[in-house]
């Protein structure tokens, strides 16, 4: 069973920037379309970024503009770059498949993401 493993999260200020990483096991990570989701407390998961096989990316309106999806297949990683960070983005980050309905049941144990003055 595929469980993603998420890092990168932390405490950083407003306008700050971090880089989240995700890698997953498996031989066939490239043919998959992945996703970065975030998630606060007493609330779904939501589709912050995703990122097709062949590259193409679609966000959430609200991080359009600030966030990149990235992959890198030979390491079977996904990055999420994320710069001007508002404290509304804090959440805990999880990256997965997209869409949901294909998502790995096993779900990584995210990376916080803090911002805060």
């Known amino acids: 069973q595929v469980q993603p493993v998420e890092s990168g999260g932390g405490l950083v200020q407003p306008g700050g920037s971090l880089r989240l990483s995700c890698a997953a096991s498996g031989s066939f990570f490239s043919i998959y379309d992945m996703g970065w989701y975030s998630q606060t407390p007493g609330k779904q998961r939501e589709l912050v970024a995703a990122?097709?096989?062949?590259?193409?990316?679609i966000y959430a309106d609200s991080v359009k503009g600030r966030f990149t999806i990235s992959r890198d297949n030979a390491k079977n990683t996904v990055y999420l770059q994320m710069n001007s960070l508002k404290p509304e983005d804090t959440a805990v980050y999880y990256c997965?498949?997209?869409?949901?309905?294909?998502?790995?049941?096993?779900w990584g144990k995210g990376t916080l993401v803090t911002v805060s003055s």
């Open positions: 997965n498949r997209t869409p949901l309905l294909r998502a790995w049941p096993n």
């Open positions: 990122i097709t096989s062949g590259g193409s990316t």
